[in-house]
């Protein structure tokens, strides 16, 4: 399970998770704090506030390199650009700080914090290990352009292979493209693959000719069983199989160059030789 769907909205597991956690240190905590007349939702307010900054900080600086040139994408959070280790280290600092200062908030600071730390842990893990069971590129009745049955497994070929999911309806689908399609210039170990969901080849052909965008592998899935057979339900969502063909990272939403690169250091590194690197070493 990648996404879930409500309604005509879709949100990532992932972020539902945190959202998920954040409420129960809220109840958990609104219940302690009431038997010791300390009220503490707006610290955990805080909290989480500061370690969504921290996380946000930490993965531009991981990959500033990636940003530069782009200012206003550093504050673009529709990328999903997060270290959440960063943001785990800044949450639990200053926990530890308002608990020194404040000594009355302590113990239902602290028990909320546990309880969120342990709902986020545990669901996250259980998620992660169902996700783990999705072996093997998906068998779906994909075509090409020209309404030709394509073998995804055919088009791996023993590489790494990124899917994207997207449609021409959709405006963070249309801007992602061009990281993409430069990735899929730069990156000729790994193989890039656009399955759109549920549109007609012509129409598909006009928006690449309108876009001029000069992608490979792209492919039709009419019937949209890849987003079903994943379980996503959003759109974009780009998909990263492995050389053996097995799921290690997933993204819903768009993608920046920093947040590809940060799943792209998913496959092995073998397979990452950038292009201007591989003639360098061809010469």
Same mark, same amino acid.
């Given at each position: 399970?990648?996404?879930?769907?409500?309604?005509?909205?879709?949100?990532?597991?992932?972020?539902?998770?945190?959202?998920? %956690?954040?409420?129960? #240190?809220?109840?958990? &905590?609104?219940? !302690?704090?009431?038997?010791? @007349?300390?009220? $503490?939702?707006?610290?955990?307010?805080?909290?989480?506030?500061?370690?969504?900054?921290?996380?946000?900080?930490?993965?531009?600086?991981?990959?500033?390199?990636?940003?530069?040139?782009?200012?206003?994408?550093?504050?673009?959070?529709?990328?999903?650009?997060?270290?959440?280790?960063?943001?785990?280290?800044?949450?639990?600092?200053?926990?530890?700080?308002?608990?020194?200062?404040?000594?009355?908030?302590?113990? %239902?600071?602290?028990? #909320?914090?546990?309880? &969120?730390?342990? !709902?986020?842990?545990?669901? @996250?893990?259980? $998620?992660?290990?169902?996700?783990?069971?999705?072996?093997?590129?998906?068998?779906?009745?994909?075509?090409?352009?020209?309404?030709?049955?394509?073998?995804?497994?055919?088009?791996?070929?023993?590489?790494?292979?990124?899917?994207?999911?997207?449609?021409?309806?959709?405006?963070?689908?249309?801007?992602?493209?061009?990281?993409?399609?430069?990735?899929?210039?730069?990156?000729?170990?790994?193989?890039?693959?656009? %399955?759109?969901?549920?549109?007609?080849?012509?129409?598909?052909?006009?928006?690449?000719?309108?876009?001029?965008?000069?992608?490979?592998?792209?492919?039709?899935?009419?019937?949209?069983?890849?987003?079903?057979?994943?379980?996503?339900?959003?759109?974009?969502?780009?998909?990263?199989?492995?050389?053996?063909?097995?799921?290690?990272?997933?993204?819903?939403?768009?993608?920046?160059?920093?947040?590809?690169?940060?799943?792209?250091?998913?496959?092995?590194?073998?397979?990452?030789?950038?292009?201007?690197?591989?003639?360098?070493? %061809?010469?």
């Amino acid at each position: 399970m990648l996404s879930v769907g409500v309604g005509p909205v879709s949100f990532s597991v992932g972020h539902l998770l945190l959202v998920l %956690a954040f409420i129960v #240190a809220l109840i958990v &905590g609104g219940i !302690t704090g009431r038997k010791h @007349g300390t009220p $503490i939702a707006g610290t955990l307010a805080d909290i989480f506030v500061v370690a969504m900054l921290s996380a946000r900080i930490g993965f531009v600086i991981r990959y500033y390199e990636h940003y530069q040139g782009d200012w206003l994408g550093m504050i673009d959070i529709r990328d999903g650009g997060f270290d959440m280790v960063t943001g785990l280290v800044a949450a639990l600092v200053f926990a530890g700080f308002l608990m020194w200062r404040r000594a009355s908030s302590r113990r %239902a600071l602290g028990t #909320a914090m546990v309880a &969120g730390l342990l !709902t986020w842990g545990l669901t @996250g893990g259980a $998620i992660q290990l169902i996700n783990q069971q999705l072996k093997g590129l998906p068998e779906v009745a994909l075509t090409d352009l020209n309404e030709q049955p394509v073998d995804l497994s055919a088009i791996a070929n023993g590489q790494p292979t990124v899917v994207n999911l997207w449609a021409t309806w959709c405006p963070p689908c249309i801007r992602e493209m061009p990281v993409l399609e430069e990735a899929q210039k730069r990156y000729p170990g790994i193989n890039f693959v656009f %399955a759109n969901q549920g549109e007609h080849p012509e129409t598909i052909h006009r928006f690449l000719s309108e876009q001029n965008l000069d992608l490979h592998h792209v492919l039709s899935d009419r019937q949209g069983q890849f987003g079903r057979v994943t379980g996503s339900h959003g759109l974009p969502t780009t998909l990263f199989y492995n050389a053996e063909g097995n799921l290690v990272d997933s993204h819903m939403g768009e993608l920046s160059r920093a947040s590809l690169a940060r799943s792209l250091e998913r496959f092995d590194p073998q397979f990452l030789v950038a292009y201007d690197e591989a003639v360098g070493y %061809a010469e």
